[in-house]
């Protein structure tokens, strides 16, 4: 009697579906397989094989076995575990596990060989290229290192003393080498770094809390760790998750000095055949050291035996498109079904990750000193009530006098504004009316160095208009507020002689040119430095000795939960950007409220004062880490019908003890593309199954055709 395999497609289905297994196919639970799914052939992976016998409904067969690795067993219980955790479709996470392996492969490369004919004459010329000629380069590489134009190593093709041959590209990766030492740890270091090694060597599942402050060489530690897993594993895998791609060169570079070899990159910037050649060396096991974002978690680990969460607070290993996940959550578990040790690195570590320490489910390192002779820098606070900026501008008198200092001395400047473009607000002064993106409400944001208007949250973007599109005037349209292109346009009036730049996600599309800002940086070829917080983590930057934080209460606005949590953690590593060399640092923090427990605990740098009472808060409240959260997102372009489904969504809400549902209620971004939106936010006592509740409640109202359903388990965005 022939198996039934149960296939897991990469689509948006409920469950797997059921295929037969052909005779002699020989399948196996991951396996990669083509299957048929309506008038479609599909690929995808062999969830589950079992016996046939009593089976009567007659199935269709699975296609063929394709040529590509399977999927380990742990990275299939892995994707199906992320599933049910989210409350999703397990396709979507299968979804990304297999997307290195649908990357196009990259194309052969050409190399010239020596072929050991004799050339028919010889030249000076064609001697230069002879003696290049030792290891196989491209043509054209050979006729640049030898110095002769193309035609020589032409004409030495034709003669036959060289063949070109079609060789695949070597794979973006390199094998590490473990004899390296690795450089000199202050105690601090070697003890935290001799802890983890331990719980390495304990094997099984382990997770620790790498916590010191800014500048005190928590990379070193944790690349420690890494050599020791490597070394006593020939097969042992190691995965380094960063938040922030601008992020990954710098770590790279470091690995790749600790170990004399680069690792592999996985992120989006990464072009798709390269993808392909680290999926499948991630899936073989050669590819030994990975450096990603979040969805490096999806990786065919064959023996993954270390992931490390870098600047574990990030909130930008929450995914809120698409199949939504906080990375940083999915590393635990991961590493647990692994049987793996799980790191979390951080200056600021978030809230549930100290709770999850102070407990003894983490073992807590701490590094309260920074590495070498620095020091941590002495932050202040300008209050804006009494030292205001002169009107038109944003930078006040005394942060203004200590740039006008720093630069004296020929030390660099950061000002710190998390905003992108030059104004976050375009005012029709005629009418009042606001831009915002069409059929959304979300501002259209000024973007003066490409004369546009551009909404962040749908990408529409417009020339900016002669006229008001509302009432027609001409000339009427002011920019309100400051973005960092403003506050840059401020720095150039101030300081001509300057050598003035911008950082953020505009002005850095993509790795290279992240790189390219800070090793500019890193050289001194920048005086000021104006950036959102894709520079305020993990750069170390020798001559940057005064930060400067523009608008310190910009995250505290709204009603985020995690507002308080997220402005210190962000603003403690701004501001632990300076001084991390032998030049002492300095923070000046600009607020209009500067006796905010927040700033109040930046100024003193009193971490655990500001955790504590935090802490408390949460707790009286039963919110993260002593409670838990979700959030169910309804859109749709009908008003009317949108608001019928909520409220018999809201009726079946069970009735559960521990479980409160507030809701429906608009929200705030009430419309984006063309969708009205309502939102309910579900608290959780702890010991609640909250996935079984989310999943049993939305089964009990029939969602309309024009209505889409998100659950968010955990939600870090609340717009």
Not at 92 to 105: F, I, K, S
Not at 179 to 196: C, E
Not at 672 to 699: E, H, I, S, T, Y
Request: aromatic letters at 6%; glycine letters at 8%.
């Amino acid at each position: 009697m022939p198996r039934i395999a149960s296939i897991l497609l990469p689509l948006p289905l409920p469950e797997a579906f059921d295929y037969a297994e052909p005779e002699g196919m020989d399948l196996a639970v991951g396996d990669q397989v083509a299957a048929p799914l309506g008038p479609r052939i599909l690929s995808g992976v062999v969830a589950e094989l079992r016996d046939g016998a009593g089976h009567n409904r007659p199935l269709k067969p699975v296609l063929e076995r394709l040529d590509r690795p399977a999927l380990p067993a742990s990275t299939l219980e892995f994707v199906q575990w992320a599933a049910r955790y989210a409350v999703d479709a397990p396709g979507w996470p299968l979804a990304m596990a297999l997307r290195g392996a649908r990357a196009p492969r990259p194309r052969p490369e050409k190399r010239a060989r020596l072929t050991g004919a004799k050339p028919s004459r010889m030249t000076p010329a064609r001697q230069r290229v002879l003696a290049m000629a030792a290891e196989p380069l491209s043509p054209a590489a050979l006729a640049e290192a030898a110095q002769v134009s193309a035609g020589v190593v032409r004409s030495l093709i034709d003669d036959g003393v060289l063949a070109v041959e079609l060789v695949e590209p070597p794979p973006p990766y390199g094998a590490p080498d473990l004899a390296r030492p690795g450089p000199p740890l202050n105690p601090s270091q070697a003890a935290a770094a001799q802890a983890l090694k331990a719980l390495a060597a304990q094997g099984g599942f382990q997770a620790a809390l790498l916590d010191g402050v800014t500048g005190s060489g928590k990379t070193e530690v944790y690349l420690e760790a890494a050599a020791a897993v490597l070394a006593d594993d020939p097969g042992a895998q190691v995965l380094v998750l960063l938040p922030e791609i601008a992020l990954t060169q710098a770590v790279i570079a470091r690995i790749a000095e600790r170990f004399g070899a680069a690792p592999a990159e996985w992120h989006s910037g990464v072009p798709q055949p390269r993808r392909r050649q680290v999926w499948e060396g991630v899936a073989a096991g050669d590819c030994r050291i990975v450096v990603g974002a979040r969805s490096a978690l999806f990786l065919p680990f064959r023996r993954l035996r270390l992931i490390v969460v870098d600047e574990e607070h990030d909130a930008s290993y929450k995914q809120e498109d698409g199949f939504i996940y906080q990375a940083r959550d999915l590393a635990v578990v991961r590493a647990k079904l692994e049987g793996a040790l799980v790191v979390m690195a951080s200056a600021t570590p978030s809230l549930e990750s100290l709770w999850n320490a102070e407990t003894g489910r983490y073992r807590w390192l701490r590094l309260q000193d920074r590495h070498g002779t620095a020091q941590l820098p002495r932050i202040d606070l300008v209050d804006l009530r009494q030292t205001p900026p002169e009107p038109g501008r944003w930078l006040s008198a005394p942060l203004v006098a200590a740039m006008a200092e720093t630069y004296g001395r020929g030390e660099q400047s950061l000002l710190f504004l998390n905003r992108r473009g030059y104004a976050p607000l375009v005012l029709c002064k005629a009418c009042g009316q606001k831009l915002t993106a069409p059929d959304t409400e979300s501002w259209l944001v000024e973007h003066r160095y490409t004369g546009r208007l551009v909404c962040h949250l749908t990408g529409f973007s417009m020339p900016k208009p002669a006229f008001c599109p509302h009432c027609g005037a001409k000339d009427s349209l002011v920019s309100i507020g400051p973005g960092v292109e403003r506050v840059e346009e401020e720095c150039r009036s101030l300081f001509p002689e300057a050598r003035i730049a911008v950082f953020s996600s505009d002005t850095m599309m993509d790795a290279e040119g992240a790189k390219a800002m800070i090793g500019a940086m890193e050289q001194g070829q920048i005086d000021i430095l104006v950036a959102t917080q894709v520079a305020a983590k993990g750069h170390n930057f020798p001559d940057l000795t005064l930060v400067g934080v523009v608008d310190a209460d910009l995250g505290l606005r709204g009603g985020d939960l995690r507002a308080g949590e997220r402005t210190y953690q962000l603003l403690a590593q701004a501001t632990g950007r300076a001084g991390r060399r032998e030049r002492p640092g300095r923070a000046l923090i600009q607020t209009f409220a500067p006796d905010h427990p927040v700033m109040q605990a930046l100024k003193d740098q009193d971490r655990d004062a500001f955790v504590a009472a935090e802490m408390e808060a949460r707790e009286a409240s039963g919110l993260p880490p002593f409670g838990r959260l979700a959030a169910v997102i309804a859109s749709g372009p009908d008003p009317a019908a949108l608001e019928a489904y909520v409220r018999a969504l809201a009726a079946a809400a069970p009735n559960a003890e521990g479980v409160e549902v507030y809701g429906p209620a608009d929200a705030p971004l009430g419309l984006v593309r063309g969708r009205r939106r309502k939102r309910f936010l579900v608290r959780a006592d702890r010991n609640v199954d909250l996935q079984a509740f989310m999943a049993a409640w939305r089964a009990r109202a029939r969602i309309p055709a024009s209505v889409r359903v998100t659950i968010d388990i955990d939600p870090y965005s609340f717009l």
